[in-house]
């Protein structure tokens, strides 16, 4: 079965490149996350992905006695090159072209990021690693996620996390919890669902970008979404509005 998008922009958190080691990048960790962009790379899909650092350093939330908010969230923009390395090197190792771009240039170990080069290596079938958020403080992964996908002209916004969809209350907090199947922009924000931080999720609603948000963290789960299975939410202009059990 093939790919329901051609280009897709996946957004997984730092938290992906952590492993039951308890290190804040595990081997275990980052080779699970590549297999899954390799098996998804393998039905022919062109994927970009946006990750965290929030493994090693979240700018927002660093208590680091000193040091201002612009720039502690700009040494969590560099803690993401050490995630984007990392996934690299684990992509090369599967024979899976990739490179890393990003908005902070750093010639010395990744490529800065221009729109139209990325979208080249995209069409050549290499994975795009874009690391370094948007180059500016304040701004989430997530914002981060939503801008490079329109840029880039990607179909869908997959976001992996370690929930298996959006529910309309904290599953982790009630077990009554329903999980949605498919929401409409417009449902979501009336329901206050926080689907992305604000800022993205404008982003994706203006720009009609489908959000998909999936548990990352179950084997096979990447491609099951590639292939149309009813894994996770969908947030799209249009929706039933449905809740599952």
């Known amino acids: 079965m093939g790919a329901r998008w051609k280009r897709v922009l996946l957004k997984v958190s730092g938290e992906a490149f952590s492993g039951p080691s308890g290190k804040p990048v595990d081997g275990q960790g980052v080779r699970s996350l590549a297999q899954s962009i390799a098996a998804a790379h393998a039905l022919g899909t062109e994927i970009a992905v946006v990750n965290g650092g929030g493994n090693i350093l979240r700018g927002s939330q660093a208590s680091i006695d000193g040091v201002g908010r612009a720039t502690a969230d700009t040494m969590g923009m560099l803690a993401t090159v ?72 990607a179909q869908v916004l997959l976001k992996g996390t370690q929930v298996d969809g959006v529910y309309d209350k904290d ?22 669902l926080r689907v992305m931080d604000k800022t993205a999720f404008t982003l994706c609603e203006e720009n009609s970008l ?4 999936f548990d990352m963290g179950v084997d096979g789960n990447l491609v099951r979404v590639l292939q149309g299975e009813p894994i996770g939410t969908i947030v799209s202009k249009t929706a039933s509005g449905a809740a599952e059990g």
């Open 82 to 153: 050490i995630n984007a390395l990392a996934l690299q090197d684990l992509l090369t190792a599967l024979g899976v072209p990739s490179r890393v771009l990003t908005a902070i240039e750093m010639k010395a170990v990744a490529e800065p990021y221009i729109r139209l080069r990325c979208i080249r290596h995209l069409e050549k079938g290499r994975v795009t690693i874009l690391a370094c958020g948007t180059g500016m403080p304040y701004f989430s992964t997530d914002t981060t996620a939503a801008l490079r996908g329109t840029e880039i002209g």
């Open 171 to 192: 599953p982790k907090k009630h077990a009554d919890a329903v999980r949605f199947g498919h929401l409409s922009y417009t449902e979501a924000l009336h329901r206050n």
């Open 210 to 213: 489908p959000i998909v948000v």
